[in-house]
């Protein structure tokens, strides 16, 4: 008898190494997929995997900058995201104006306004001390005003047929080719932050800043490159975004501030910084965009599906959000 229950007790290290966060996040919309199909017939086949998984991706790209700025601890969420992911998109909508052209000249000045807009994040929280939930939110006003300032409300241009045909539309087979773009990132986000010096820093950082310092890490440079690619990569998701909406309006991005943060913390990266990865945000972000799915399904009420989404939303943050200890 103990001799079995030794045998069980040396077997649950090996379960739980295989039971990372991003693997219990993915199960977890494995599980609802077909939970779905209980409560809604007809919700389980492939062209709703395929769309699910469509919706998914523009999440999760959106939130990719999000997992860089929350691994990085220091209390860091950027709640700039949603309206650099607006800006990014109208950039596109204006300066392409439907010129298919003009897609990649235009997304390398997109990639370069996002990433000044964070680079800016980043010195006021270096150098001015600036909380960073402070710094980022006024940056979001800055950036709405200079929104509002700049089209005054008139959003004028076109998008190229192009970038609906390659992000929308089936690329190979019924996929289209956002899901082939979300995959592509996710493998280099992978290799950003496992086989990267930067990546490397970034969890020294995120665990504890005193150390990284003492072990020779430039913190206060990782802390602004983390904002910078947190701004790059969210406008690199406006511009992603435009492929699929067609146009723009001012506040696009408004809907995937908080789901940005939720996808990250329930793929299993602490708030306190030091821990995560971005396989575990794609999960996160199949399991928020399976709910908002599952709601649909039931036909409810707009405002009901809010509100029963936000309370799901604490729900999951509360259980995979707890931390042990808070590490500065």
């Known amino acids: 008898m103990t001799e079995a229950k030794a045998k069980r007790s040396s077997s649950l290290p090996n379960l739980t190494r295989y039971l990372t966060p991003p693997v219990i996040a993915l199960l977890l919309a494995i599980a609802l997929f077909l939970f779905g199909g209980v409560i809604s017939p007809g919700f389980v086949n492939p062209n709703q995997a395929i769309n699910i998984v469509r919706l998914a991706a523009f999440l999760g790209i959106i939130a990719a900058g999000q997992t860089l700025v929350i691994i990085s601890g220091g209390e860091g969420i950027d709640l700039s995201v949603a309206s650099i992911v607006t800006l990014g998109a109208i950039l596109t909508f204006r300066l392409t104006d439907g010129q298919n052209e003009l897609i990649l000249p235009v997304l390398g000045v997109v990639l370069l306004v996002g990433a000044g807009i964070g680079l800016v994040n980043g010195l006021?929280?270096?150098?001015?001390?600036?909380?960073?939930?402070?710094?980022?939110?006024?940056?979001?006003?800055?950036?709405?005003?200079?929104?509002?300032?700049?089209?005054?409300?008139?959003?004028?241009?076109?998008?190229?047929?192009?970038?609906?045909?390659?992000?929308?539309?089936?690329?190979?087979?019924?996929l289209p080719g956002v899901i082939f773009l979300w995959i592509g990132l996710g493998i280099a986000m992978w290799l950003l932050l496992e086989r990267t010096p930067y990546g490397k820093m970034l969890f020294a950082v995120g665990i504890n800043r005193t150390t990284a310092t003492l072990s020779g890490v430039r913190?206060?440079?990782?802390?602004?490159?983390?904002?910078?690619?947190?701004?790059?990569?969210?406008?690199?998701?406006?511009?992603?975004?435009?492929?699929?909406?067609?146009?723009?309006?001012?506040?696009?991005?408004?809907?995937?501030?908080?789901?940005?943060?939720?996808?990250?913390?329930v793929g299993g990266t602490l708030l306190s910084g030091g821990k995560g990865s971005y396989w575990g945000t794609m999960s996160g972000a199949l399991v928020l965009q399976l709910i908002n799915s599952l709601l649909q399904a039931q036909g409810l009420p707009e405002a009901t599906q809010s509100i029963i989404l936000g309370v799901v939303l604490l729900v999951l943050i509360s259980i995979y959000g707890r931390q042990r200890a808070f590490r500065l």
């Open 124 to 174: 006021g929280i270096v150098f001015l001390r600036i909380p960073p939930l402070v710094m980022t939110l006024a940056m979001a006003g800055v950036v709405q005003g200079l929104i509002l300032q700049v089209t005054r409300g008139q959003l004028e241009g076109d998008t190229p047929d192009l970038m609906s045909e390659l992000i929308a539309q089936p690329l190979i087979g019924p």
């Open 219 to 265: 913190v206060p440079l990782v802390v602004v490159l983390t904002y910078a690619m947190s701004g790059m990569l969210a406008a690199f998701g406006g511009f992603v975004l435009l492929g699929f909406t067609d146009t723009v309006f001012l506040n696009l991005g408004g809907r995937y501030l908080f789901p940005s943060i939720a996808a990250v913390v």
